[in-house]
């Protein structure tokens, strides 16, 4: 009888195309991902009915159709430990419509972009079957949610490359840097109404700080599979990117943010998280349309909490995702 085979015994490497589709051949000395929260569907298809007419009952056998493989999985969110060089989690945010921008001695930036998106391929290792996604793109969430570790859950599709039983391969894992906890010490307050200076020091102007419990963020990227005869692929189409936080404030604060939103106002957000030089790991939104105010607690003290429609202000700015910085 065999050993029964185990979930810890994952394995998921990831490396970008250089060819729509073309199996980039990712290696586990090169492209291994450090990952929790592991899902993994590997095959989602679409069923046909032959619908047969037969003199008994019963019903037809389904014809499988079109299929692509699903996968999802979280990575911490620290930068690479090296002045303006990108982390090893740069291919997942290239392959979900981001750019990855490298401003020399500063900083790594990643920003949304609208066209020319590039893909990946990931090999999902589980316990000697080895599924390969082809042709990735996705979606991702982010969560600095005080007292939790940093975390961009991901999730992808990529066409259906093939399943076979082959064991594991080894994997370097050593790139990978250890985040710290999103606390006050390490993370500090969401700031409002501030500027970021794109190709300086990365630091915000001016605003307003308010003590929160932290940020969440969803990508809001819509990556469908299109079906079609040589032309099957994942398919970028839209993107809509949107929050939610909950602050502590003052009365008068609460209501001159209640009338923001009442005259629909926008105002910028930006959190650094992390105390470790290049290590660091910063958020900008500049367009951000506060709603849906709701009164919240904590231990017995009031908070307020907010959605956040996060808008683009000239176009592929919505959101600036920037780290490796001292």
Wanted: glycine content about 12%.
């Amino acid at each position: 009888m065999a050993d029964p085979r185990l979930i810890r015994k994952t394995t998921i490497l990831a490396k970008l195309e250089t060819q729509y589709g073309l199996d980039a051949a990712p290696t586990g000395a090169a492209n291994a991902l450090l990952v929790s929260n592991l899902s993994v569907n590997p095959m989602n298809a679409e069923y046909i009915s032959r619908e047969i007419i037969r003199d008994y009952l019963g019903g037809s056998e389904e014809l499988a159709g079109a299929r692509y493989m699903e996968c999802g999985f979280d990575i911490e969110l620290v930068g690479s430990g090296q002045n303006a060089v990108a982390p090893a989690w740069g291919p997942l945010m290239r392959s979900i419509g981001f750019a990855e921008v490298i401003t020399p001695a500063v900083r790594v930036d990643y920003v949304p972009i609208s066209g020319a998106f590039e893909s990946s391929t990931i090999y999902y290792y589980d316990d000697g079957v080895l599924h390969k996604l082809l042709g990735v793109r996705g979606t991702a969430t982010l969560d600095l949610g005080v007292g939790k570790k940093p975390v961009i859950s991901f999730k992808f599709m990529g066409v259906d490359g093939g399943t076979t039983a082959v064991p594991n391969v080894g994997t370097t894992l050593t790139v990978w840097r250890v985040p710290q906890v999103v606390l006050d010490a390490n993370s500090g307050k969401l700031t409002f109404g501030a500027t970021h200076a794109a190709a300086a020091a990365p630091a915000f102007v001016g605003g307003t700080p308010y003590p929160s419990d932290g940020l969440t963020i969803d990508l809001g990227i819509k990556a469908q599979f299109q079906k079609l005869l040589g032309g099957e692929r994942i398919s970028i189409s839209e993107r809509d990117v949107t929050g939610a936080a909950k602050l502590q404030l003052s009365a008068a604060e609460e209501v001159a943010f209640l009338n923001d939103i009442k005259a629909n106002r926008l105002t910028s957000i930006g959190l650094i998280h992390g105390t470790v030089a290049n290590d660091k790991v910063g958020v900008f939104m500049p367009a951000v349309q506060m709603k849906e105010p709701t009164k919240e607690e904590l231990n017995g003290e009031r908070l307020i909490g907010y959605k956040l429609g996060i808008k683009p202000k000239v176009g592929n700015d919505e959101i600036r995702i920037f780290t490796s910085f001292a």
